[in-house]
Each structure stands twice: as structure tokens, then as C-alpha cells.
């Protein structure tokens, strides 16, 4: 059973940082692209990130570039998503997304939620002083 954990949220202030990790479970990420998205209260979920199956491209959302970085270990079957410069407004849910694709167009373009298939349960991030 393919399966995506989430973890590394937490509570955090402003400006600081935070690294949430994506394991892979019943599958092997290398074939996979991996999306990170977010959802806070009241507001539609948004992507942040992607990165293709070889980490080769990764592509970012206005909200997340210069602060976030996405990057992956695939001997570990794990994604990850650094966090720095954290605002009030990254508070949200956090998720990891896979879509088995080894081409870069999985990642090109908007960072949306119908290109990806499995999802994980979500993490927590709230970021308050």
C-alpha cells in the first residue's frame, strides 16, 4: 500500500525555521515527482513546491521562493521541504504529493493539486510569536 508521512511541523517564530520530511512507504520515490502543498484555515489548498523524480527540477510558488527549498533522498525514500524566514501567513497544513512520472513536466508550470495522485495525512506548521 503506497503511503506519504509527514513530519517536521511544528510551532515556530517568526523568522525562524523549520524542515518537514515526506517518507515513502510501499513504494519507491525515485519513479515519483513530489509536490508540497499547503492549506490554512478558511483557504483553498495551495502548492508550494515540486521537485521531479531526480531532483533535477524543482520549481517554486511566489510564496515560497528565496525562502523554501525543496530536495529529496531517494536511497532513503524521503522528500524534503526547508523552511526559513517563516511568516505568520505560512501557518497552514502542510502536505506531500506524489505522482509517479520521471519527466520534468510533472514539476513545469503551476504547482497544482490534480497532477498528483497519493497524498500524505498532513503536518501541522504554525508560525507565531
Known amino acids: 500500500q503506497l503511503q506519504l508521512v509527514e513530519s517536521g511541523g511544528g510551532l515556530v517564530q517568526p523568522g525562524g525555521s523549520l524542515t518537514l520530511s515526506c517518507v515513502a512507504s510501499?513504494?519507491?520515490?525515485?519513479?515519483?515527482?513530489i509536490g508540497w502543498f499547503r492549506q490554512a484555515p478558511g483557504k483553498e489548498r495551495e502548492g508550494v513546491s515540486c521537485?521531479?523524480?531526480?531532483?533535477?527540477?524543482?520549481g517554486y510558488e511566489d510564496s515560497a521562493k528565496g525562502r523554501f527549498t525543496a530536495s529529496r533522498d531517494n536511497a532513503k525514500n524521503t522528500a524534503y521541504l526547508q523552511m526559513n524566514s517563516l511568516k505568520p501567513e505560512d501557518t497552514a497544513v502542510y502536505y506531500c504529493?506524489?505522482?509517479?512520472?520521471?519527466?520534468?513536466?510533472?514539476?513545469?508550470?503551476?504547482?497544482?493539486?490534480?497532477?498528483?495522485?497519493?497524498w500524505g495525512q498532513g503536518t501541522q506548521v504554525t508560525v507565531s510569536s
Open positions: 510501499g513504494f519507491t520515490l525515485d519513479n515519483y515527482a
Open positions: 521537485i521531479s523524480s531526480s531532483g533535477g527540477y524543482i
Open positions: 504529493a506524489a505522482v509517479m512520472g520521471t519527466s520534468d513536466f510533472y514539476c513545469a508550470g503551476a504547482v497544482t493539486a490534480r497532477r498528483f495522485d497519493d
